[in-house]
């Protein structure tokens, strides 16, 4: 098949308004007649369900949590983007859609990602309608703070919680089409096949997680918008039930999966601290506006800091290397974060870490509690002489900005933040990679879709910060429920589709059949054991940098993996009741191939881009060598096993942007 990305004819800043021009419409009454399937129900796909309710589809929205407020998207801490320029500061729509393009390391589409910086404006003003508490500046106006990869303020934020804000504002709004009956909420269900009827999605096979029931759901649309499945690293900022399933079946249902090895690694998380753990937990980037990143100079004093004779806070100025102000002098501390996490990398490797591991840097406040304590005292009249007094007016600051992640670093880390630097390492914690889709978002299955993270998304090889909330609701509120009427404006006439059919037969035994399988296994080991092992082959072999040789083993010792866990994995319980550990084997089984199929499409990219590091492919000074054969996107068809997947292109074209060196100096 020949991929169509179906981009609009016209002017880059034209396409999207020209096309919804000409869209084909579903009359009020007529939408009436059509359901759609939303399977996700975090920003994006709570977004999607409210709003296609409100349009007047009858929706039916499922998640796996026991509510829609319970989503990952609900982790999001440092903010938004939007392109409104209310800081006067030389943005717009074309500067974030720049941003945007460069920051993915010219691995994006230009037409979505324009689309996007275009819509951003309108996600904003829709948020404030719902009430989302933004925060705000003195005179009450909305403020905005800086994220990697730019040199403007135009992320919008509520605190530390701007995920949690913004997804109670989508779960109100779905709530009202709740008590409508226009969107049946199905909590506490899991979707794990979807049906295909005549070449068209029509219906998923989902299983009540409560009761262990097999479902059919039937529709005239499917949207995937599941979220993303950083969770085949086992250790990552995930949610822990954040998962690849509903995105791996489409795929083995004929979606095509796209660039599966982009994964974004996130330079501000807490440090691994030993085996026992099962979760990482990040440090939001926003804090990267204040904090100055370092590690001390000389090896013999991270030597000593590590064997505990020597404090961070007695290091001298002189003596430490605010190494990434040192080598990218124009972003300093806000490059982006594939730069960052690379450049923590490199210095930890070389023997500067500054924890019991080694795999730590300091990210440190000291200089802004003083200068903000200054400012503050001289606006009050005070002495800006008493260093007590200056430092408690900067803390004061300090704490009303990031005040609830402080707290969370202190109660984890059991170290004051405000007192002595925090610790930091890389962490994996978004995935770029997800469905193929097109301009309207449709998989490479007519009447699928994918949104939010769950597709491959606008974000080419690296996401900047703030971007993903803008895009998943982006997705959800403003492209998905006009793209979505030009496909079903030729089902009005369908009717209602039924489930007893032979296609939606075959699924519902497939997904028995698995299930089955794992819970009659009796293996000796349990799910976690593999998951752990997967873990550890993806970080090590697949991770923050990557060569041939680790990637030819990771792909032999993936498969060899998945043969033992259908082996001997152990699943307790019964098939029919609430059973975690079952639901928890599916996802594993399901990662275990997604694993596979990201380390091949690792070995096949001949270059380093963004997320995607190479090590036969950097510069002199260590920076991700691009090449130009490699500007498309990977799409990959399921041909029964990960390894016999093919390979489609879609190649990139750069008509609105020059394409030259990422740099951030
Ligand atoms: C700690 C943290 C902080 C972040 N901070 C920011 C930030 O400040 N700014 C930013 O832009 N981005 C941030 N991100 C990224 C951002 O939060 C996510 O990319 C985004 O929220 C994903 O939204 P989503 O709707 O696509 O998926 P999710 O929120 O992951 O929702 C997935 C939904 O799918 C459902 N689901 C999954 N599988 C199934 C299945 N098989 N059957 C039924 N239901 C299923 C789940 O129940 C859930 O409802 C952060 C991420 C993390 C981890």
């Known amino acids: 098949m020949t991929l169509n990305s179906k981009i609009p004819q016209g002017p880059l800043k034209d396409k999207w308004t020209t096309y919804k021009d000409k869209i084909n419409l579903v009359n009020p009454a007529n939408k009436r007649l059509i359901d759609i399937i939303v399977v996700g129900t975090g920003l994006a796909g709570g977004s999607a369900s409210a709003t296609l309710a409100e349009l007047g589809y009858n929706v039916k929205a499922f998640c796996f949590q026991d509510s829609p407020r319970r989503a990952h998207s609900i982790a999001a801490q440092g903010g938004i983007n939007a392109a409104k320029n209310y800081q006067g500061d030389g943005d717009s729509v074309y500067r974030l859609f720049y941003d945007t393009v460069k920051g993915g390391d010219y691995r994006s589409r230009e037409a979505n990602v324009h689309r996007l910086a275009e819509v951003s404006v309108n996600i904003i003003d829709q948020c404030v309608a719902q009430g989302v508490p933004f925060a705000r500046d003195y005179g009450g106006l909305l403020d905005n703070r800086s994220f990697g990869g730019v040199l403007v303020s135009r992320t919008f934020y509520a605190k530390g919680q701007t995920g949690q804000q913004l997804l109670l504002g989508a779960y109100s709004a779905m709530n009202r089409q709740i008590a409508r009956g226009k969107i049946k909420m199905y909590n506490r269900h899991e979707m794990l096949d979807v049906v295909i009827v005549d070449g068209k999605a029509r219906g998923i096979i989902a299983r009540n997680l409560v009761t262990g029931e097999i479902q059919r759901h039937s529709a005239h649309a499917v949207v995937i918008a599941s979220g993303g499945y950083g969770n085949a690293f086992y250790l990552s900022t995930y949610a822990m039930g954040s998962n690849v399933t509903a995105a791996w079946k489409a795929h083995k249902r004929g979606a095509y999966f796209a660039n599966p090895c982009f994964t974004q690694i996130h330079p501000t998380c807490m440090p691994v601290s030993g085996d026992h753990q099962s979760k990482l937990t990040l440090m939001s980037e926003s804090l990267r506006n204040d904090g100055r990143i370092w590690v001390p100079a000389k090896l013999e004093d991270a030597q000593a800091i590590r064997d505990g004779k020597l404090k961070p806070?007695?290091?001298?100025?002189?003596?430490?290397?605010?190494?990434?102000?040192?080598?990218?002098?124009?972003?300093?501390?806000?490059?982006?974060?594939?730069?960052?996490?690379?450049?923590?990398?490199?210095?930890?490797?070389?023997?500067?870490?500054?924890?019991?591991?080694?795999e730590a840097v300091y990210l440190d406040f000291a200089h802004a509690i003083v200068r903000y304590g200054k400012e503050q005292a001289l606006v009050k009249g005070l002495d800006t002489n008493d260093s007590a007094l200056v430092e408690k007016l900067g803390k004061q600051i300090i704490k009303a900005k990031y005040g609830n992640l402080f707290q969370m670093y202190e109660k984890i880390m059991d170290e004051n933040p405000y007192e002595t630097p925090m610790m930091i390492y890389p962490a994996v914690h978004y995935t770029m990679g997800g469905v193929w889709v097109d301009y309207n978002l449709m998989t490479t299955v007519p009447g699928l879709y994918a949104a939010g993270e769950a597709n491959f998304s606008d974000h080419g090889a690296n996401r900047l910060g703030a971007s993903a909330l803008m895009q998943g609701l982006a997705d959800g509120y403003f492209v998905l429920p006009y793209t979505i009427g030009d496909y079903l404006s030729d089902d009005i006439r369908t009717g209602p589709i039924s489930t007893d059919t032979p296609e939606f037969e075959e699924a519902e035994n497939n997904v028995r059949g698995r299930i089955e399988k794992l819970v009659n296994n009796n293996g000796s080991y349990s799910v976690d054991y593999f998951h752990k092992k997967l873990g550890k082959i993806m970080w090590n072999k697949c991770g923050m940098s990557r060569n041939e040789k680790g990637l030819k083993e990771a792909i032999e010792e993936i498969a060899q993996l998945r043969e033992e866990f259908w082996k001997d994995v152990y699943v307790p319980g019964e098939a029919n009741e609430y059973n975690e550990e079952l639901a928890k084997a599916g996802r594993v089984a399901d990662f275990l191939e997604l694993g596979e199929l990201f380390a091949k499409d690792a070995l096949h990219r001949e270059e380093s881009c963004g997320g995607h590091f190479r090590e036969e492919y950097q510069t002199e000074d260590g920076e991700a060598k691009r090449r130009k054969e490699f500007q498309y996107v990977s799409a990959w068809e399921y041909k029964g096993e990960p390894k016999d997947a093919v390979l489609h292109k879609e190649e990139l074209v750069y008509d609105n942007i020059e394409v030259k060196e990422r740099s951030y100096k």
């Not at 102000?325 to 974060?337: D, I, K, M």
């Open 313 to 358: 806070t007695q290091i001298k100025e002189e003596d430490r290397d605010y190494y990434l102000e040192r080598r990218y002098p124009a972003f300093g501390n806000l490059v982006p974060r594939d730069v960052a996490s690379r450049a923590a990398k490199e210095r930890c490797d070389a023997g500067f870490g500054v924890n019991q591991t080694g």
